[in-house]
C-alpha cells in the first residue's frame, strides 16, 4: 500500500515536471538542476560560472534549502534574480514547488533557470523538476566512492562537476576512479573540474553549460 | 491524509526504536547513531576511534548504505564486527532495519554498537533507531554555514565532532561560527575538532566516547 502511495506521488510529480518544462520551452529559458551534497560548493559553483557567463547568458536561480536564505543572499548579491524555496523539512525540492516558483520569477528575462537543490545525495534523484540538464557537483574533499555508493543521483546527471580541486593536494581524492565509476553509471556524461575559489575550470564548465544553452533553442 | 501516514509511520518507527534501546540496555550495549553528510569522513572517524579505544571498549558497527559494502569491508579489516544495511534507495536507516541486524550480532560480546547511518544531513534527523547517543560528524571542508541550514540534525545531536581539521588552513571554515550556532540548537552538546588523518583530537572523542558508554552502565 505505501509502495502504491509512493508510486502515486512520484507519478503526480513527472506530470507537474513536465508542465514545468512546456512552460520553460514555451518562455525560451533553459532549465538545469544542481544537486550535490551539503556542502558541495553549489553555491560557490554558481557564483563563478556566473561571473564567467555575464553578458552571455541570462539566469535566474531558485534555492532549495530546508531553512533560512543564506545562498539566495549570495545569489541576489551578485544582481541574479532568486527566488527561495523552504522546503521545511523536505529533503527535496519537487516539481510542484518549482511551480509556484516560477510564478514569481519573470520568464521574458531570462533564459537559463538555474535551480539548487536541497543538499543531498540521495532523494534529490527521484525527483524530475521539469529541467532539461542535470548536473551532479562532487566536492574532491568528499571522497572518490561516492558514485559507487550513491548510484541513483550520479546515473541521473548529464555532468558531474568535481569542486574543490585546489584541496586535491591534501587528500587522497582519485579523481580517475571517480571518473570511471561515473561514465559506468553515465556513458555520455560529462566531466569537470573546477576550483571556483582559484578560477581553474570554471571557463570550460561555462562554455560547456552555454553550448547545452544553445543547442535548446 | 498524506501528513497522518507519515505521523503513523514515524510512530511505529518510534516503538520499535524504543524495542532496540530495551535490548541494548537488556545486553549491557551502548548504543550509537553517527550522522553526517556524503563524505563527512564517518568511516575513517570509526577507524581512528577504534584504534585508540583498543583493549578498552568491545565495538561492533551498522553500516547503513544505499548500495555497496565499501565500508563494512573497511570496518571488517580492522577486526570490528559489522553488519551491512542496504537501503536499497531509502535516505536513512531506519529502527525496524536496526531490529534486524541486531539479530545477526552478538550482543553478548560487545559493549558498545556504533550506527553509522547513511549520508544524509536531513532524513537521518527524524528516525530514531534505539541509540543512547547521536553524534552528528561535519567536515571542515562541508562549510560552517551546515547547522543554520540543517537546524534539525544538529538540534537532535550530543555531539558534534569537526572532522578534518588537517584542511582548516585550506578552507574559510570559522570553527567558531558553528560551534555557536551548534550551540544556540543544542546547549548541551559537546564539540570536538578532529583530523582523523593527523590524530589529533581523537584522543579527546575517544576518551568522551568511553566515558558516555561508562556512565550507560
Redesign the interface.
Known amino acids: 500500500m505505501?509502495i502504491v502511495?509512493a508510486k502515486k506521488?512520484l507519478k503526480a510529480n513527472d506530470q507537474l515536471a513536465a508542465e514545468n518544462r512546456a512552460l520553460l520551452d514555451a518562455a525560451g529559458v533553459f532549465g538545469v538542476n544542481v544537486v550535490g551534497?551539503?556542502?558541495a560548493g553549489k553555491t560557490t559553483l554558481l557564483e563563478a560560472l556566473f561571473a564567467q557567463l555575464k553578458g552571455r547568458l541570462k539566469p535566474a536561480v531558485i534555492e532549495g534549502?530546508?531553512?533560512?536564505s543564506?545562498?539566495a543572499e549570495r545569489i541576489e548579491r551578485i544582481g541574479v534574480p532568486v527566488v527561495q524555496i523552504n522546503t521545511e523539512?523536505?529533503?527535496h525540492l519537487d516539481a510542484n514547488m518549482i511551480a509556484s516558483a516560477l510564478k514569481e520569477l519573470d520568464l521574458a528575462a531570462i533564459d537559463v533557470l538555474v535551480i539548487e537543490n536541497?543538499?543531498?545525495?540521495?532523494?534529490t534523484a527521484?525527483y524530475d523538476l521539469g529541467e532539461r540538464l542535470r548536473i551532479v557537483v562532487l566536492?574532491t574533499?568528499?571522497?572518490d566512492?561516492?558514485a559507487?555508493?550513491?548510484?541513483?543521483i550520479f546515473q541521473g546527471a548529464h555532468a558531474m562537476l568535481i569542486t574543490?580541486t585546489?584541496?586535491l593536494p591534501?587528500?587522497d581524492f582519485d579523481v580517475e576512479r571517480i571518473a570511471a565509476d561515473y561514465k559506468r553509471l553515465a556513458p555520455e556524461g560529462e566531466v569537470f573540474q573546477v576550483s571556483a575559489v582559484h578560477g581553474d575550470g570554471v571557463a570550460e564548465a561555462a562554455d560547456w553549460l552555454a553550448d547545452k544553452c544553445r543547442q535548446s533553442k
Not at 534549502?65 to 533560512?68: E, K, R, T, V, Y
Not at 536541497?118 to 532523494?123: A, F, H, I, K
Open positions: 505505501k502511495a506521488i551534497s551539503p556542502g534549502d530546508i531553512a533560512g543564506i545562498d523539512g523536505a529533503c536541497v543538499g543531498n545525495l540521495v532523494c527521484g566536492s574533499s568528499e571522497g566512492d561516492k559507487h555508493k550513491y548510484p541513483a574543490k585546489d584541496l591534501h587528500t
